[in-house]
């Protein structure tokens, strides 16, 4: 008869001679694709560094190769200060003075001038009164001047107007 200490109970299942290999394998195989990637990213910044740097021997010719700007003739020069000027105006301060007071007044279209300073602007506005108004508001901020409301559509949801100036220098 046998006593229940003597008795050794094999509970574990016995590991299969494999599976430790089959570990090793996916572990070399994921630091192997890791390297890879890793090489990957290395060598492409590698190359849009070189990409970004001129040479020295390029960047001497291209130096070298820039014509000379032609000297300007009077006209030349007549029109690059126009244009100058132009560039130049208070485009901000204009805008800024557009910008309808009420949140009832839209602006449809702007056309600006700039060489003879005519500004067109269409808009539109729940009633006729604000469409009235909002040309009363532009001759008051003084941005335009001979301020002019040309036409006036008035529906029943909304009034649909044109207005023109003369952008004051």
């Known amino acids: 008869m046998s006593r229940a200490g003597d008795t050794d109970l094999y509970l574990r ?13 996916a572990a070399l ?7 890879w990637s890793q090489h990957a990213v290395d060598s492409k910044l590698e190359r849009q560094r070189k ?10 010719a291209m130096a070298r190769r820039a014509p000379a700007a032609p ?7 007549i029109q690059m200060v126009q244009q100058l000027a132009l560039i130049n105006r208070d485009w901000n301060g204009l805008l800024a003075s557009l910008v309808p007071a009420d ?3 839209r602006l449809l279209s702007l056309d600006i001038d700039p060489v003879s300073g005519a500004v067109r602007i ?9 469409a009235n108004d909002y040309t009363v508001l532009l ?15 008035g529906q029943p ?3 649909v107007f044109e207005v023109s100036g003369q952008w004051a220098r």
């Open 103 to 105: 949140a009832d007044t």
């Open 51 to 60: 990409a970004s740097q001129p040479l020295p021997k390029q960047a001497a």
């Open 157 to 159: 949801q909304q009034a």
């Open 122 to 130: 269409s808009a539109s506005a729940a009633t006729a009164a604000q």
């Open 29 to 35: 195989v994921l630091a192997a694709a890791l390297g």
């Open 71 to 77: 000297a300007l003739n009077e006209a030349g020069r």
């Open 13 to 25: 299942q016995p590991r299969r001679p494999g599976t430790w290999l089959a570990w090793v394998a």
């Open 139 to 153: 001759q008051q901020r003084g941005r335009l001047q001979e301020v002019r409301l040309m036409s006036l559509d």
